[in-house]
């Protein structure tokens, strides 16, 4: 799938829930690989937050990221919002230090995103794919979150309060494309009882009954009720059981579990990339939710690029029957046994190392490795079938070698491992020439790596 972005900008004003301050908001379009930034209009030089975890600073009552001494806060509703679409590239740009918190749900953020719609741009999704369980806790509230190998995205989420109102909820998303309408209208919650220390704070200037689900479940005489009101510039209201303060009803039974759902896929899109998996979360909260993501970071920058996926049960795109009908090389110099992946960009193929390859008799008799000059061999192998894709009459041409550069060896590969290479293009192809960048893997780690210039010939 290829990377989108908004089709055309929108721009939205609203109360901030911390500062209170009217605050306008614009979602702008972005480029090929520019992910989620922040912009902070309103400062003298403008600077601009990458939305990623390992900027977030804060998560007391919403996730907040910080460049140096400049921060934004109360993101996650608008990056779920964003994330749930399909957006892979935005720039907002705010005049104030958070986002509005408008109705208190992602609605209002979804709708535009539809309203304005979304582009298809040409560079490939860069998905995360999770292979193992990954899983973080927190023994001190009893938060959990477990992140499952899936062929999709899903989000289940449980939540345990201590209270009468709201103990046990659980809600699901089995479909991204469920969000908009499922998920994203469900309003953040707060107890009345929370509200004086927050108020207090300084942490909900902007709160009010219609950007909040307000949940009144421990009893407090009706002057105590009022004062909290009037510290919110909210109208009195008259409270004889417990219950939800609000006049506008629940949009579901179990709203605040499902805007839970809501923060915890906003924090999950701060990795930078979509995910493909299954989450499954216990008492989730920004904290633990950004615990999750940091941790995921820390895995991809450990390693940039991800091992593909490899199922060998999977039909073959081509089998070597093909690949030597496009390729002129042979035994022993044939180094790609199949293809298992290709788009008009990138293509991964796959060779089985055997103790049976004649060069192991001399490389070397006592301790078999194989020359890292045919690992860089088998991945131009593998790129001159991505060229070849784009020809008529592939079978009529020859791809060459003419420059390698940035080789890296990171590990040797001997006998019985299967190696697995990713070649993608790094320019468009021009006038039969290109330059690709090839990855070759064994398991989850990379064994080498290299770019590489070839050019493609017609042969006489």
Known sequence: MKQQTLKDSFSLS????????????????????????????????????????????????????????????????????????????????????????????AKIYADEIARVGIVEQNEDKDYYIVKHKIEVSDETTGSKIMILPDDGFSVEVKVNFESPVLSNQYASMEHIEDFAHEIAPSRTFVFVREIEPLVTAGLIKGGDLDNAIVI?????????????????????????SFGYVNTRPLSHDNEPARHKVIDLIGDIALIGRPLKGK??????????????????????????VQAPVYDPNVEPIMDNNR?????????PFLLVDKIIEKSDNY??????????????????????????????????????LLVLSVVDEPERYSTYFMKIDNVKFRQKVV?????????????PLRRGMAIMKGLAFVGEKIVCECEFMAQIIKNK
């Open 14 to 105: 609203g109360k901030g829930l911390h500062t209170g301050a009217m605050i306008d908001a614009t979602f702008c379009p972005a480029p090929d690989n520019h992910g989620y930034k922040i912009q902070r209009v309103d400062l003298e030089d403008q600077p601009v937050i990458d939305a990623l975890a390992d900027n977030v600073v804060a998560t007391n009552r919403g996730t907040v990221i910080a460049k140096g001494d400049v921060t934004v806060s109360t993101i996650e509703h608008a990056m779920a919002a964003l994330y749930a679409a399909g957006i892979d590239n935005c720039l907002i740009k705010v005049n104030a230090p958070e986002l509005p918190i408008l109705d208190g749900s």
């Open 216 to 240: 009144y479940d421990s009893e407090l005489p009706q002057d105590r009720i009022d004062q909290i009101a009037d510290m919110m510039n909210s109208p009195r209201r008259e409270v004889s």
């Open 279 to 304: 989450v499954i979360a216990t008492k989730p909260g920004h904290t633990i939710n950004s615990v999750m993501s940091k941790k995921i970071r820390s895995n991809i920058k450990r390693q940039e």
């Open 323 to 331: 690949i030597r009908e496009l390729l002129p090389h042979r035994y």
């Open 347 to 384: 293509i991964v193929g796959v060779k089985n190392v055997t103790t049976n390859e004649p060069f192991f008799q001399g490389h070397f008799p006592q301790e078999p490795v194989m020359p890292g000059v045919l690992l860089v061999e088998a991945m131009a192998q593998t790129g001159g």
């Open 415 to 427: 006998p019985g491992d299967t190696l697995i290479f990713h070649v993608s293009f790094m320019t």
